[in-house]
Antibody
Framework: EVQLLESGGGLVQPGGSLRLSCAAS????????MTWVRQATGKGLEWVSG????????YYADSVKGRFTIYRDNSKNTLHLQMNSLRAEDTAVYYC???????????????WGQGTLVTVSS | EIVMTQSPATLSVSPGERATLSCRAS??????LAWYQQKPGQAPRLLVY???TRATGVPTRFSGSGSGTEFILTISSLQSEDFAFYYC??????????FGQGTKLEIK
């Protein structure tokens, strides 16, 4: 059974940093691209960032480009999202998600974690 | 960036009736379209991919159709557990793989 367990969320001040992690199990992590999606309270889903299985290709939404960095540790089956220069509008539940192929391009999300809440406020 | 537009924003349907949800893309996404269901306090769940293929374990009352820019998710006979939010997402054009704003399916 695919399991994705996010951690690292919490309260941070504007301009601060936070690193999210996602521990993956139940599938061969090194074979699949991974994605972060976020959802502000009462709002819809927003695609944030994706990374290919080998970690060499990464993709970002314009809203986070230059501030967020996605990376993965395939030796530990873990996905990360380093978030810097955080803003109030980054406040959301952040979901870790598994793609159905080794590349982000033309692959879809087939499994989701339960999410971790990030609150950016002074 | 491709804009995905879902309609209606809220759909009120009685249990046992049919529900039809729409999703429109601002440009063609071919058949690279997925539907997700999300219940309050839960993560989304994949229902349909490639516009019309049901994901593993999804009941047959859920069906997807369409290609290009117009897509439909049909729930043939609504069960109580089907009342939720539904999102479409395109995964055709280069990231970001945009989502629609969602349709809330509520009990009439």
């Amino acid at each position: 059974e695919v399991q994705l367990l996010e951690s690292g969320g919490g309260l941070v001040q504007p301009g601060g940093s936070l690193r999210l992690s996602c521990a993956a199990s139940g599938f061969t992590f090194t074979n699949f691209a991974m994605t972060w999606v976020r959802q502000a309270t009462g709002k819809g889903l927003e695609w944030v960032s994706g990374i290919d299985a080998n970690g060499f290709s990464t993709y970002y939404a314009d809203s986070v480009k230059g501030r967020f960095t996605i990376y993965r540790d395939n030796s530990k089956n873990t996905l990360h999202l380093q978030m810097n220069s955080l803003r109030a509008e980054d406040t959301a539940v952040y979901y870790c998600a598994k793609n159905d192929d080794h590349m982000i391009v033309l692959s879809l999300i087939d499994h989701w974690g339960q999410g971790t809440l990030v609150t950016v406020s002074s | 960036e491709i804009v995905m537009t879902q309609s209606p924003a809220t759909l009120s349907v009685s249990p046992g009736e049919r529900a039809t949800l729409s999703c429109r893309a601002s440009q063609s996404v071919r058949s690279n379209l997925a539907w997700y269901q999300q219940k309050p306090g839960q993560a989304p769940r994949l229902l349909v991919y490639h516009a019309s293929t049901r994901a593993t374990g999804v009941p047959t009352r859920f069906s997807g159709s369409g290609s290009g820019t117009e897509f439909i998710l049909t729930i043939s006979s609504l069960q109580s557990e089907d009342f939720a939010f539904y999102y479409c997402q395109q995964y055709d054009n280069w990231p970001p793989y945009t989502f629609g704003q969602g349709t809330k399916l509520e009990i009439k």
